[in-house]
């Protein structure tokens, strides 16, 4: 059998996918896996584990081509066309891109495998994804949703995965172990702290300055601790200026073998940059993990439990890949002081969580204080460690359930996944709001059950209205009467606290429906939506009766 | 063109030097390493073609450094055909592994068998420096045929790759046109039709600058 993993943006995703490298070599343990990755990172090749064979795709190259009027056209094309030959030679099983693009689509058609999951263009030039989890990338992308999972579940689901082990696994080399050993020699009896200072965008670090303050006021809380300022070859004169007024600072510019080593054998890391981050997955070190500007926690944190992650309050964070900061100054930023980055530090260091949460308490107007969680089933959390305990915070982790298990179609089966599901959120949420009472519990789940029964039951009277006004098509005031009224529950449901993200979907539809003159193809739309909030609250309703037992049991 | 410049060869530690118009082709102090920066810097561009068309033979370094490498299909241009013919005589190894084209007018070079077989999978056009500074006329009009974007143009390139001629042929847009991607998509969606191979890979070369 041969299986080839699709990875065609960033080193980070590709990092990433290791997690799904190491699932398929564990459910195909004969099976040959192979990578198509851009170009540019062909060097991530030496520390990819589980792969028999890399081709890279030369898209820095190929565009160069296009982009230049004295270079042929057809000379992209036969690139394209030799790669293509290449990959259709070698006879794929099952073609699985983990890549979220058209240009991913229009190569997984090219390799022309019957089994694909991901995106993927039809001969109709239509595309489709193979997995409710790849369309969930497409359709909820609204950024002040609750319900944004890591890319690792959404690549494991997505790929069709069992296994609870999703961990990013690299592998580390002779010349890398050896680099750290020699980078090493003379700090053996101190903390090894490794700082990742520098980003690929801008906007996605510190300012030099509270970087050097940060380090100093960390060196005065842990005076048995040496840090080392990594850099890669291109970086190399951010690190100089971080290290010039801190004779105590080492400069350690590597590649990522070299990385991967060094942040194996360290103590702490902490960065702002994402593939270091991912990289420091793979290892057992602490990670502190600074998220600025377009740096999205939520998608691509750390993937590992027990991690930090710190992020500036802010309404614009996180902000688009594209274009600089869009502010007058880098607020994000600057929410996030060198103190409190330093002493969060010094409390993960010192394995202190009740620190961190004094931290978080006290920082919480400018800075989101948020630890990772991997649960038993291997699915990943960011959860803040100061948040108030209300049934509005209940409700946005007992939504993000309900969406997973509506993604995974537990709905659909015989034997549903409700119970062990509330479990591990039960788990969660204790770890959210770990002081609460259990009767606080109860009280809080018996009011949320309450309002998610009254939006489940309109729901479901507007699915019954909308199939009856199919045998009305020709009294199109019927339809207004009932657009009108729809509209009406979903400011109504805008409102509460609760049911934001349904309301939202559903009003974009009623917008859509005022632009489309087919009547059919708004009935449909809208009985998609109305389908999909009706399955999701009653999946919501199990999660919370599961609850209140869970709770109820202890009491 | 420039057949008839006078040429000369001086006597290096490591081979014979061209020496045309006065112009020196290689470094006379290591013309080896000299060879080996170049094709260094051009490698990683280069690596994974299959055919390569080399403007300049000059003393045949490069050449020899780029066969050393990896077994390209390589097609030499070459504005000067005296040249050409003193580098086979004290190198014939040569027509063994590189097909050469010495002197050919630019309007008749796609017309070439060998520049059809290159042309045919994927390629790369590489310069050497110092010969396309002694033949600059010469080098850039064959540059300008061979890097044109008429339709015409690209459909006598294509000779070699019959589907991907087929393909240009079915778009009905207009020969003299400069075909642009934006302008392949708009004549596949007015086809109307399944798309095929071909139409596949231009649909992501147009991914490629959106």
């Known amino acids: 059998m041969k299986i080839l993993v699709i990875s065609l943006l960033r080193l ?35 520390i990819i584990p589980f792969v028999n064979k890399v081709y890279s795709f030369d898209r820095a190259g190929i565009q160069q081509i296009l982009g230049s009027q004295d270079r042929n056209i057809l000379e992209a094309y036969f690139r394209i066309e030799d790669l293509v030959e290449q990959l259709q030679t070698e006879g794929y099983d099952q073609v699985v891109n983990l890549t979220h693009n058209r240009l991913s689509g229009w190569m997984t058609a090219l390799i022309a495998c019957p089994n694909t999951r991901g995106v993927v263009f039809g001969v109709n030039g239509k595309f489709s994804v193979g997995s409710g989890w790849f ?28 296994g609870a082990d999703r961990r990013i696994e690299l592998l580390e080399t002779k010349a890398g172990a050896a680099f750290a050993e020699q980078t090493y020699t003379k700090y053996a009896d101190k903390k090894r702290i490794l700082i990742q200072a520098c980003s690929n965008e801008n906007k996605k670090t510190l300012a030099p300055k509270k970087w050097n303050k940060l380090i100093r006021v960390l060196q005065n809380l842990e005076p048995g601790i040496q840090v080392f300022i990594l850099g890669a070859p291109n970086e190399k004169e951010a690190v100089a200026a971080i290290c010039a007024d801190n004779p105590r600072l080492i400069p350690v510019i590597c590649n990522l073998e070299q990385a991967y ?61 594209r274009g600089g900061c869009t502010q007058p100054t880098h607020e994000c930023a600057e929410k996030i002081s060198a103190e409190m980055v330093a002493m969060v530090a010094s409390g993960m260091l010192r394995q202190d969580e009740m ?16 630890k990772t969680h991997v649960n038993s089933r291997g699915d990943w959390a960011a959860y803040p460690l100061a948040e108030s305990f209300s049934a509005k915070e209940i409700n946005s982790w007992i939504d993000r359930a309900s969406f997973k298990l509506y993604l995974q179609k537990t709905h659909e089966k015989a034997v549903g996944e409700y119970g062990t599901e509330g479990l591990e959120l039960k788990q969660l949420l204790e770890n959210i709001f770990p002081d609460r009472a259990k009767q606080d519990w109860v009280t809080e789940l018996k009011s ?26 020709h009294e199109p005031s019927r339809f207004s009467q009932y657009i009108v009224e729809l509209e009406e529950f979903c400011v109504q449901a805008e ?61 | 063109m420039s057949s008839m410049a006078p040429l000369e060869f001086l006597n290096s530690k490591q081979g014979w030097i061209p020496v045309v118009n006065g112009t020196l082709l290689h470094s006379s102090v290591n013309p ?20 390569l068309i080399v403007l300049g033979v000059g003393g045949g370094f490069h050449i020899r450094e780029l066969l050393k490498r990896k077994k390209f299909h390589i097609v030499i241009i070459d504005s000067n055909r005296e040249l050409v013919d003193a580098i086979i005589e004290k190198q014939p190894e040569f027509l063994g592994s590189a097909e050469i084209l010495a002197g050919v007018p630019p309007a008749q070079i796609c017309r070439e068998p060998s520049v059809i077989k290159a042309l045919s999978g994927s390629y790369c056009i590489l310069r050497h420096p110092a010969s396309v500074r002694v033949a600059p006329f010469y080098y850039t009009a064959i540059s300008q045929i061979l890097n044109q974007r008429t339709l015409t143009n690209l459909r006598e ?49 147009r991914e490629l600058v959106l």
Request: aromatic content about 8%.
């Open chain 1, 495 to 555: 409102q509460s606290n609760y049911f934001k993200s349904y309301s939202r979907q559903l009003l974009l539809s009623i917008k859509d429906s005022s632009a489309d003159n087919n009547q059919f193809q708004v009935v449909k739309k809208l009985r998609e939506k109305l389908s999909h909030a009706h399955q999701r609250t009653k999946i919501e309703l199990k999660l919370i009766r599961g609850l209140q037992t869970g709770f109820m049991e202890i009491i």
């Open chain 1, 261 to 321: 080593s060094l942040i194996k054998q360290g103590h702490l890391l902490i960065t702002v940059d994402t593939s270091i981050k991912h990289i420091a997955a793979a290892t057992k070190i602490k990670i502190l993990e600074i998220s600025v500007g377009s740096s999205e926690y939520r998608k691509t944190g750390a993937y590992t439990p027990g991690a930090v992650i710190l992020q500036g309050v802010v309404p614009c964070a996180p902000c688009s890949h």
């Open chain 2, 32 to 51: 080896e390493k000299e060879a080996i920066s170049f094709i260094d810097a051009e490698w990683s561009k280069i690596n994974s073609l299959k055919s």
């Open chain 1, 12 to 46: 980070g995703d590709i990092l990433m996918a290791t997690s799904v490298l190491r699932s398929l070599r564990r459910e195909y343990p004969g099976a040959e896996l192979h990578v198509l990755i851009n170009g540019q990172f062909q060097s991530v090749a030496n």
């Open chain 1, 448 to 473: 949320l059950e309450k309002n998610v029964t009254w939006f489940e039951t309109q729901v479901g009277e507007f699915l019954n209205k909308l199939k009856s006004l199919l045998g009305a098509m």
């Open chain 1, 135 to 162: 369309e969930y990338l497409n359709d909820f992308t609204d950024p002040s949703s609750d319900n944004v999972f890591h890319f690792v579940d959404v690549f494991h689901y997505g790929a069709g995965l069992s």
């Open chain 1, 355 to 370: 620190a961190l949460r004094t931290l978080a308490h006290e920082y919480k107007d400018e800075v989101l204080l948020l």
């Open chain 2, 157 to 205: 390139l294509s000779q070699g790759n019959i589907p991907l001629q087929r393909f240009l042929e079915s778009l009905n847009i207009a020969s003299d046109q400069i075909l642009t991607l934006p302008m392949v998509e708009e004549a596949m969606s007015r086809r109307q039709s399944e798309m095929e191979k071909e139409g596949l890979i231009w649909m992501a070369m």
